[in-house]
């Protein structure tokens, strides 16, 4: 009897990442655990005006995260679930801030369900030291020129403070 080979389960981490900060990385390095592989999905959205390019952001998450082996990069438009269905993928994982953070992520997640019912939504709460971080808090306090140290990865801070000045 032939041994049976053991489908090796695929977690995607969809978002912008304008830009990656602290929370996201956790977020990646806790999911990493969780799959065989994850891809960190930079998605496409032309209604959101961002301050990296997608190349950039790509650039960026690939920089932090260059040392976990099961970690992938790629970038995505259009809607999640067919990324998910691309990419033979198991799950989407999700980070969780606080309340309000649920509500929305539940209804993606129930509207990811009726469209297609096979693809699972996890979420991950974040860790109590990245509650209050955002990628909009991140931006903001560089462009005001406040300290991002702490709130983003080390390998990043300059490459941010470099697009916020410019800009």
Do not use: W
């Amino acid at each position: 009897m032939p041994m049976e080979t053991k489908k090796k389960r695929i977690g995607i981490y969809p978002g912008s990442f304008d830009p990656l900060t602290n929370g996201h990385l956790d977020i990646i390095i806790r999911a990493s655990r969780l799959f065989d592989s994850l891809i960190v999905g930079v998605l496409r959205n032309d209604a959101k005006k961002t301050l990296f390019s997608m190349e950039e952001r790509v650039a960026l998450i690939r920089k932090c995260t260059e040392d976990i082996p099961n970690v992938s990069v790629e970038m995505f438009e259009g809607l999640l679930v067919d990324f998910v269905h691309e990419k033979k993928a198991d799950a989407i994982v999700r980070g969780l801030r606080a309340v309000s953070d649920y509500e929305y992520e539940l209804q993606m997640a129930m509207l990811n369900k009726h469209m297609s019912p096979d693809v699972e939504t996890i979420f991950l709460m974040t860790d109590i030291n990245n509650s209050y971080l955002s990628s909009s808090v991140v931006k903001d306090v560089a462009m005001h020129g406040g300290n991002i140290r702490g709130l983003v990865p080390e390998t990043v801070i300059d490459d941010i403070y470099r697009k916020v000045k410019a800009k």
